[in-house]
């Protein structure tokens, strides 16, 4: 008889972080409570597809872009389509804003998404392949103050999670008054450099791509390029200095980077980035800005709108690298049955307390006291129940503030009230 043949466990793809308890629950609370911060913002729940067209990527990042020429997974379908998994949210929001015609409603329109995106990056600490985030996007008014709106929110957002270690950095792109005169400087300045072939022909299509180069040998090249803050109409002069006063109206911290280039082409005017020195080379933590054109460009209305994408992947060693612990109790209350007749009683009180909303769970199998209080501690229970024979014929259960290391009897019927009081405690 031949030897079976013997298989190796698989492997998460490079690249591609798990998330496991107990680290998973810092996952969750930091996208949670993005989530939540956008939601008291007005801002309301769009989900979209993982996978899009692939020319939805290339005309709304752009194609001069790393992430449309080098990073999407990109293949086709049966049906002979070229379709990409999604690489940032903001294309696909804008697609379905057209679809579905929510430029034609109350503006602006103010949507929010959280998920998986997907790009073909080197893997390393915070850059992962598949990076998690959470987006709003407020689509349909050229305000500053929906702007400064959208920065406070995201700045918020991190120190709801105690993060503090962060910067804000922020400046202006310009429009559409401005951009071809500044563009043509910077082309001219660039072209006079010893570019390579590559960075020249990006040059040509978007000079600004340049100056967001991370070569060290090209970014000191580019030191004494014009920058775009130096060329501003006068409608985006205005419109800066307006935001950036209601940021210092709302106390909210910032510093004005002349060099920031994000890595998305549709950008104009407003641009800001979070960064954090605790995560080394990969130290944005998240970023936005306003993209006026983007939506006609798209085949929608002529309509502006801002918007952000947070890392919930960096936001998580941002919170790590600072020693901040968002790990969290599984259950509040852990339910302790010896022998079968107390376990079927214990499934019943278990089950009540979930409909009241308390966490809780109960030790399964034939295990003693002992054992099952083991678990009850590693679970993080506030409170165990302990039910016997004794405790069923006396129609009570034993209610233990672990905690308080107090305990007392309680009729069954009076257990969920008994347990809020001292999870209330």
Sequence with gaps: MSEKKKYQAHKAPKGVPDYVPPASAGFVRVRDTFVQQARTAGFEHIELPVFEETELFARGVGESTDVVTKEMYTFEDRGGRSVSLRPEGTAGVMRAVIEHHLDRGQLPAKLCYAGPFFRYERPQAGRYRQLQQVGVEAIGVDDPALDAEVIALADRSYRALGLSGFRLEITSLGDATCRPQYREKLQQFLFKLPLDEE????????????LDDKRPEVREMVDNAPLM?????????????????????????????????RGLDYYTKTCFEFVHDGLGAQSGIGGGGRYDGLLAQLGGQDLSGIGYGL????????????????????????GVALGAAAKRVMARVINDLRVAGVRADMAYGDRGLKGAMKGADRAGAKVALVLGDQEIEAGTVAVKNLAAHDQREVALESVV???????GE
């Design 199 to 210: 960075t020249r022909r990006r040059a040509e299509i978007n000079p600004l791509r340049v």
């Design 229 to 261: 803050l130096d060329h501003l109409s006068a409608e985006s002069r205005e419109h800066f200095e307006t935001v950036t006063g209601l940021l210092d109206d709302m106390g909210v911290e910032y510093v004005v980077n002349p060099r920031l280039v």
């Design 311 to 334: 890392g919930v992947d960096r936001t998580v060693l941002a919170l790590e690298a600072e020693g901040i612990d968002l790990g969290a109790p599984r259950v509040e209350v852990y």
């Design 417 to 423: 009230g008994v347990v809020n009081e001292v999870l």
